[in-house]
Nanobody
């Protein structure tokens, strides 16, 4: 059974940083595309960042230069480093694995 478990969300002030992690079980991320998505209240889920098996990355325009996605195949983990967070980054963040597997999400709230 495939499971993706996100962690690292929380409440942070504007300008602050967080690091999200997604640990996969029952699934090897090594040869697969992985991604982070987010969904804010009243909005559609959107792609934040993706990473291929060769570690090529892509980002939503709104997070370029602030967020960094990375993978650790040995730990079967994908991370999202988020710097200079803004209130508009507030959302539930989801990990997604190729084959359309999703985690349960982790809440990120950016507020003073």
């Amino acid at each position: 059974q495939v499971q993706l478990v996100e962690s690292g969300g929380g409440l942070v002030q504007p300008g602050g940083s967080l690091r999200l992690s997604c640990v996969a079980s029952g699934y090897s991320i090594r040869f697969n595309v992985m991604g982070w998505y987010r969904q804010a209240p009243g909005k559609e889920r959107e792609l934040v960042a993706g990473i291929t098996s060769a570690s090529s990355t892509n980002y939503a325009d709104s997070v370029k230069g602030r967020f960094t996605i990375s993978r650790d195949n040995a730990k079967n983990t994908v991370n999202l480093r988020m710097n200079n967070l803004k209130p508009e980054d507030t959302a539930v963040y989801y990990c997604r694995a190729a084959g359309d597997y999703w985690g349960q999400g982790t809440q990120v709230t950016v507020s003073s």
